[in-house]
């Protein structure tokens, strides 16, 4: 068979919304026949819209979990604040949950909004060099809700992609919700027209955690999107009085460890629970920087460096191809 | 065109509840899994539909994942669990071919099998139908409440951890009640607090308070707070009956507590 032009693809394609989308005979052979048979695929002119907007970005870092309520957002935000403690790095952390944001409180932007310029929707700054972007600076009240279908989330989803003015940006670290549903695709479905370094899995170590961590490594094995590493948050308690470790999210299987070692993935580091990790997230404050003696702290910093190492390989890599 | 209520599979479920919450993570399925033990051990028939497509949790918390779904003239057979197959359940957990399938749909995908879940399922007799769901207010939750508004539920109880963060979506899922028109019956606060099995010293990991100062702003009851307690997570792990076989441990008071307030709401003198 022969090479695939674009001008053939585009005549013979039964259309990535149709029903026939991944198994027409004109699928055979073209790269995106696995997304389209998932149910998610570029619409050719919205991909180039989207890599011009992106051909700024160098990495980019999905965060996510099958579970919900393991840290993705905590992590994503200090994981955005501990790239962008180096001066010389522009950083940008994108919020696609968008049900339940959390990033705008964790990063102490709550109440904020977004403006609009000639080039686009500014990003809402905590430093200058770290830039963000939610639903939550959408939203008049603490209370609204966002009671919205899938199409319509995913519409949101990509005028963040499309619409957002980030600039020159060394990291867009993108947080999503839990599962592996409308947000997930899209996400992947948009991107797949930039540069994805990978993914960065969140987990507790409990099995409960872990079934749906499985899951979450197979959807990213489907739609070949590169696992960075796991992460095993709650990973142990000490008590601030007696200094005795317990294990209040029991790894009854295991743990991230053995999960990792199944499935040959990289474990990036465990993080054990400090009560101060909740209060600054509350307070929209940088844990590392209100409590850099932590052991939590110190987990966080190195977990930190190995993806950034991770993302430096990439590029050298590429580099290397051109 | 669906059963009307009086010929439907849940014609005669006396009482449906949902659990809700904005937040990931907080113990949705837990608090379903104990308030359905404890209502059994008070007597009570009792079924758990879970509706967590991405993330079923049920199954394993009731030590029967590897049960499968078989048909019946009305419809699915729910599976049963415990040892004395007193609790039914439902869930895509248990119509997944590998465990670690990922159920990688959109939307509209999602909303058909929550329809099916509604109305195809044999429950039978059962006092209380109590309904696992996901975080958020999206598909799954629109589809349900909708799918469940002829059967008339009695509400919703929406689980949160102390935490601002937490009280941050569950606030949104207040509004999902409201807009939709689903009774609140209250808040439960869940890790509240880890008492360590060493020296007794309790620690507030995910902070304190947030889930009653909640209750009291919207004007909901609140049904009480649930400490961690790492007995409770074993058991869940395991599938064992934490109500009866840990009742001196640490969540038990307040687990039994909220069942009780359950009880007390749908007994024949309270309507």
Redesign the interface.
Known sequence: PSPRSSSASLADCPGTGSAQAGSAAACQGCPNQRLCA??AAPDPAEAAELRARLRSVKHTVLVLS?????GK?TFSALLARGLAAHDDKQVALLDID???P?VP??MGLEGEQVHQSGSGWSPVYVEENLGVMSVGFLLSS??????????K?NGLIKQFLRDVDWGEVDYLIIDT??????E??SIVQYLSAARVDGAVIIT?P???SL??V??????CR?VKLPIIGVVENMSG?I????K?E?????P??GGAEKMCQNLNISLLGKVP?D?QI??S??KGQSFLAEVPESPATSSYRSIIQRIQEYCDLQHSQEEKIM | PSDPPERSNLAAVQHILLVLS?????GK?TVATELALALRLAGKRVGILDVDL??P?IP??FRVQDSAVHQCDSGWVPVFAHQDKSISLMSIGFLLEK??????????K??ALIKQFVSDVAWGELDFLIVDT??????E??STVEALRPHKPLGAILVT?P????V??V??????CK?TGLRVLGIVENMSG?V????S?C?????KGGGEELAKHAGVPFLGSVP?D?QL??S???GRDFIQEFPKSSAFPALAHIAQQILDGTSPRSS
């Not at chain 1, 099958?66 to 393991?70: E, F």
């Open positions: 998932a149910g099958g579970k919900g309520g393991v957002s968008i049900c339940g959390s409180r964790m603490p209370d609204d809700a966002v009671i919205w279908r899938g199409p989330k919700p839990p599962g592996t549903s409308d997930h695709l507790t409990q099995e409960v079934q749906d499985r899951k979450e490594i197979n959807f489907k308690f008590c601030p009085k007696c005795n317990s294990q209040v999210f029991p009854t299987t629970l009560p909740g209060k997230c509350d | 904005g937040k990931g993570g907080v399925s991405c993330g949790s394993r918390m465990p670690d399938d990922a159920v990688v749909w959109r939307g509209p999602k909303n996901p975080p958020g207010t999206s598909d939750h629109i951890t935490q601002a963060v937490s941050g979506d606030r949104r899922e207040l509004t999902f807009k880890f360590c099995p060493h020296c010293e620690t507030n990991i995910f902070s961690l790492p997570s074993q869940l792990e395991d």
